[in-house]
C-alpha cells in the first residue's frame, strides 16, 4: 500500500523524515518495500519564466509563422519566432529561454538554442501546453490571466505539490494497516505519541425522510449494511489538494463523489462506493445471492455472466454492483447526478474473496474487504465521506442515517498471562509497558490482575483472537531489538546415522551447488496447457488469473521457461536445479509426488583464458546423476532405455523394482513449446522412491587398498545387438566370485562400427581396474583371471577378442 507523507503527518505529528518512518515501520512489523519523492511535475521547469507579447507582425519567409517581441522583464525584448495562431500582442505567456530543458508531453526532452527560422533570429520559444509536459494541448500557446506578474519563474506560478510516497508491503492478516489511520496507529504506538483521528460527528438533519428501504436476505454474508442520502450535489472537479494526495499514492482523479469515496477509504480502510439516487428503481436497496445466468455490467463496461455464489447490490428491478467487488455502469456517477446513496457495509471476507477471484477483478474495495474490514467503522466513515462531499460538492444530507446491523459484532476478549508472555518473549516486560502498548494499539483492558489481564481486542484487529496473537502485538511494538541474548549458549551435537528428506536435500544441494548449479524455484501453478503427459488436469477451484488454474503434473516445463528467461538474457551457459512437487489424479484421487529436477545447456563450466570449455551433454549429466544416487547410499543402480516421450533419448535409472528417474535429451518438440532453440538435458528423480531407500540405511566405510591397482584393456568383437550393460555386468559376475581380487572400475573406452568390422558385430574397447585389500597381484593371477572373463564373454555372448 502507497502512503503519503504529507498525508500521514496529519494524523500523527512528527519530524522524523520519511526514511526514519520506513524504518520505524519495517521494525514493527510492516515492511517498507520502497520510498519515492513525488511532484506533481516531475522534472525541472527552469528556465520558463513569464513574458508579456509586446508586439506581433508577419514573418517575412513563412506564411504561418510571426515575428514577436517579448518582455521577460530583463530590460530587452526577446524576438521569437512563432507558429501558433492564437499569439497576440498584449498577452501573458510562458517562455522557454536559451538553455532551458523541455519536456514534451510524449516526446523526447530537448533544449532550447539561440537559432535563425527562415532567416529570422529565434531568441527562445513560447510555450504550448504539451511541449512543456503539463498537458497535451497543442492548438495554440498558454495565455495567462492579465494581472500574472511578467519575469517571475513559471515554477513559482505554478501549483506543484511535491510529497514522499512510501510503498508499504502488507501482509494478509494485517488488515488493519491498510490505510494511513492504520499506519499512524502503529507508529503512535511504537512511538508512544499521539494519534489524531479526523473529528467526525453525527449530522442535524434539517429534513428527515425515508428515501430507500434496505432489504439483507444473506445476514452472514452482509452482517451489516450503513448509508446516507445527499441532495442537491454538483458533480465537478475534486479540489486541488484532494488531487494531490490521490495523485500521489498513484490514484486517478474521478471526480469530486468517486474522489471522496477513494479518499475515505484510503484514510480510514473502510470501502465506501456511491450510487446515483435516481438509477435506485423502487427506492429499494437489496442485498442478495446472484442468480445462476444472471448478467451484469461492471463500470469496466464488460458483461460479467454471474454463476449464483457473488452477494450482489440490487435495486428493486435488477442488480447495481457485485457486494464489495466493483460498481456497476448503470448506477454510476454521472455529470447528471444530482442525488447519491453512500455505502458503507461490511462483507464477509470469504464472499468477497471468492467473487474477485471468480471475476478476476482486483480492487482497491476487494483488498481490504477479503482481509477482512472493521465491522464496528461503517457509519463512521459513512458520515467521514458525508463531510468530504459537502465540502467538494455541496448539497445536504436527509436523513436518517441507515443502518441495517441485526447481530452486532463484538470484540474479541482474550486473556494472557504475564508468565506466558514472558516464556515466549525470553524477557520481562515491565506490566505497566504491556497496558500501554496495548492501549495505544486500541485495546481495552477489561480486568487486570497480578498473574493476568483480560484485554478486549477492536474489531479492527480481525487477526488477534489468542493469547499469542497479543504477545505478537506486544512484541513488534515493544522492539525484538530490547530482547537480549544470554551470554552462554547451550546446545547438543547430535548424530544421526539414518536418513531424512532434510538432511537429503541439504546433502544433495550441496553438491550440485559445488558443481555449479543454480537453484531454480517456480510456481507449482500454471496454465493447462502446461501438461506434458495427457494426465487428468488437477483444476484450482478460485484460481487466481487464467495464468493460475491448474497444479503442475511435470517439473520439465516450468525449467524450461526458466532456461528461456535466461537465454533471452544472454545467459547461454545453464546448470540449474530444482526441488518441487507435480500434482495428479486418476478416477477421483489425487495424490502428489517429490522432485529434483536438474536442467543444463550451453557448457558445462564456461570458458577462461586457457580452456574454451567443453559442451554439456548427456554424459555429463548421467555423471551428475549418478553420483547424486550414490551419494545417497544406494548401489546396485541399474540403467534401461528410457521411453519417456519428452525425451528424444535417455536412460532409467532403477533399483530393484523401483524406478528412481530419468536422465537424457529433452525432445524437440517440448523444446519447441517452450520456444528453446538450444539443446537442453535434463534429469528427473522421484525422490519419493529414493527417499523409501534410505529410511534405515546408515553410511557404510570400508578401508582404502594399500596395494597398487592394476588396468587391463580388453579388445572385443561383438554382436551389434548387445549393451555395454550386459557386458558389465557379466565382467563383475566372473570377477565378483574372486576371493583376493575385486573390480575396482569398468569403463568403456571405445566402441567402433565401419567397414572393418563384420556386419552385424561391433568394437568395444573396456578398462578394467583391479585391486586387492590384502596384497599385491601378481601377473600369473591376473593373467588367469582376464583368461577367465574371456572364456566366459566367449561363451555366452561369442565375443572375440580383437588383435
Wanted: contains cysteine.
Amino acid at each position: 500500500m502507497k502512503v503519503s507523507y504529507n498525508w500521514l503527518k496529519k494524523y500523527i505529528h512528527t519530524d522524523k523524515t520519511p526514511a526514519e518512518i520506513a524504518e520505524s515501520l519495517t521494525s514493527i512489523g510492516l515492511e517498507v518495500e520502497d520510498i519515492q519523492d513525488y511532484s506533481s511535475i516531475p522534472y525541472s521547469l527552469e528556465g520558463l519564466v513569464i513574458g508579456k507579447v509586446e508586439e506581433v507582425w508577419q514573418h517575412p519567409g513563412a506564411d504561418r509563422l510571426r515575428l514577436t517581441k517579448v518582455d521577460i522583464g530583463k530590460g530587452e525584448l526577446l524576438q521569437i519566432v512563432c507558429g501558433a495562431p492564437n499569439v497576440a500582442a498584449g498577452q501573458k505567456v510562458v517562455v522557454a529561454t536559451e538553455g532551458a530543458k523541455l519536456h514534451s508531453t510524449g516526446g523526447e526532452p530537448f533544449v532550447i538554442k539561440k537559432s535563425k527560422i527562415r532567416g529570422e533570429a529565434s531568441e527562445g520559444m513560447i510555450c504550448a501546453e504539451d511541449e512543456i509536459g503539463i498537458g497535451t494541448d497543442h492548438s495554440g500557446i498558454i495565455i495567462l490571466p492579465e494581472d500574472t506578474q511578467v519575469g517571475i519563474q513559471f515554477s513559482d506560478y505554478l501549483h506543484i505539490y511535491e510529497d514522499t510516497v512510501i510503498d508499504v508491503s502488507l501482509t494478509p492478516n494485517r488488515s488493519d494497516a491498510a490505510s494511513h489511520i492504520g499506519i499512524a496507529r502503529d507508529l503512535a504506538a511504537a512511538w508512544r505519541t499521539k494519534l489524531h483521528y479526523p473529528v467526525t460527528k453525527s449530522f442535524d438533519f434539517k429534513e428527515t425522510k425515508e428515501l430507500v428501504e434496505i432489504q439483507i436476505k444473506d445476514n452472514s454474508a452482509c452482517p451489516r449494511y450503513a448509508g446516507l442520502v445527499i441532495k442537491n450535489i454538483e458533480v465537478k472537479e475534486s479540489p486541488q489538494w484532494m488531487q494531490d494526495v490521490l495523485k500521489a499514492i498513484g490514484l486517478s482523479p474521478i471526480n469530486n463523489i468517486v474522489d471522496c469515496t477513494n479518499y475515505a477509504m484510503y484514510e480510514l480502510g473502510q470501502p465506501i462506493h456511491a450510487f446515483d439516487l435516481a438509477k435506485i428503481k423502487g427506492n429499494k436497496i437489496i442485498v442478495r445471492r446472484a442468480e445462476k445466468g444472471e448478467a451484469l455490467t461492471t463500470l469496466d463496461k464488460v458483461e460479467r455472466k454471474l454463476d449464483g455464489t457473488e452477494l450482489l447490490i440490487c435495486n428493486a428491478e435488477k442488480p447495481m454492483a457485485l457486494a464489495g467487488v466493483f460498481g456497476g455502469l448503470d448506477s454510476g456517477i454521472s455529470k447528471e447526478t444530482a442525488s447519491i446513496f453512500i455505502e458503507s457495509a461490511y462483507f464477509s471476507p470469504v464472499d468477497i474473496r471468492r467473487t474477485s477471484r471468480r471475476h478476476q477483478l482486483f480492487t482497491d474495495a476487494s483488498f481490504r474487504y477479503e482481509r477482512g474490514t472493521d465491522p464496528n467503522l461503517p457509519i463512521t466513515a459513512a458520515r467521514r465521506v458525508a463531510e468530504l462531499i459537502l465540502e467538494t460538492a455541496g448539497g445536504e444530507v436527509i436523513g436518517p442515517e441507515y443502518d441495517v446491523y441485526p447481530h452486532h459484532i463484538k470484540p474479541n476478549t482474550i486473556k494472557l498471562d504475564y508468565d506466558f508472555l514472558s516464556k515466549v518473549t525470553g524477557t520481562q516486560i515491565p506490566h505497566f509497558e504491556v497496558r500501554e502498548i496495548l492501549e495505544a494499539l486500541g485495546c481495552h483492558i477489561a480486568l487486570e490482575m497480578d498473574d493476568h489481564i483480560i484485554v478486549e481486542v477492536p474489531t479492527y484487529k480481525t487477526d488477534v483472537t489468542r493469547p499469542i496473537d497479543l504477545v505478537e502485538e506486544i512484541l513488534r511494538i515493544y522492539s525484538l531489538d530490547k530482547i537480549g541474548f544470554s551470554s552462554l549458549v547451550k546446545s547438543a551435537i547430535q548424530v544421526n546415522h539414518l536418513y531424512t528428506k532434510e538432511s537429503i536435500v541439504k546433502k544433495l544441494s550441496s553438491y550440485l551447488t559445488a558443481n555449479g548449479f543454480y537453484e531454480a524455484y517456480h510456481l507449482s501453478m500454471g496454465k493447462k496447457s502446461d501438461n506434458l503427459h495427457h494426465s487428468e488436469d488437477v483444476n484450482i477451484i478460485n484460481p487466481l488469473s487464467a495464468d493460475l488454474e491448474w497444479l503442475r503434473d511435470n517439473m520439465l516445463l516450468p525449467g524450461l521457461k526458466s532456461v528461456l528467461y535466461n537465454l533471452n538474457r544472454k545467459q547461454q551457459d545453464i546448470k540449474f536445479f530444482e526441488w518441487g512437487n507435480t500434482y495428479h489424479q486418476s478416477g477421483g484421487k489425487y495424490w502428489q509426488q517429490s522432485h529434483l529436477s536438474l536442467f543444463i545447456t550451453g557448457l558445462q563450466n564456461g570458458e577462461n583464458w586457457n580452456d574454451k570449455g567443453k559442451k554439456a551433454d548427456y554424459f555429463y549429466l548421467k555423471s551428475i546423476g549418478t553420483n547424486i544416487l550414490k551419494s545417497c547410499g544406494i548401489k546396485n543402480i541399474e540403467e534401461e532405455i528410457s521411453t519417456d516421450e519428452t525425451l528424444e533419448y535417455g536412460i532409467e535409472l532403477k533399483s530393484g523394482n523401483k524406478t528412481l528417474g530419468i536422465i537424457g535429451k529433452v525432445k524437440n518438440t517440448v523444446l519447441k513449446k517452450a520456444d528453446v532453440d538450444k539443446d537442453v538435458f535434463y534429469a528427473d528423480f522421484y525422490m519419493d522412491e529414493v527417499l523409501s531407500l534410505l529410511t534405515h540405511k546408515p553410511f557404510n566405510l570400508k578401508p582404502l587398498s594399500k596395494f597398487p591397482k592394476v588396468e587391463r584393456n580388453l579388445s572385443l568383437m561383438l554382436p551389434s545387438h548387445l549393451s555395454y550393460k550386459e557386458i558389465k555386468e557379466a565382467v563383475k559376475k566372473e570377477i565378483g566370485g574372486m576371493n583376493d581380487v575385486a573390480l575396482a572400475n569398468i569403463s568403456i573406452f571405445d566402441v567402433y562400427q565401419g567397414e572393418q568390422v563384420k556386419q552385424g558385430m561391433k568394437s568395444y574397447s573396456v578398462r578394467l581396474e583391479l585391486e586387492s585389500i590384502s596384497k599385491t597381484m601378481e601377473d600369473k593371477v591376473i593373467d588367469k583371471l582376464m583368461q577367465k572373463v574371456i572364456s566366459s564373454l566367449g561363451e555366452n555372448f561369442k565375443a572375440e577378442i580383437r588383435q
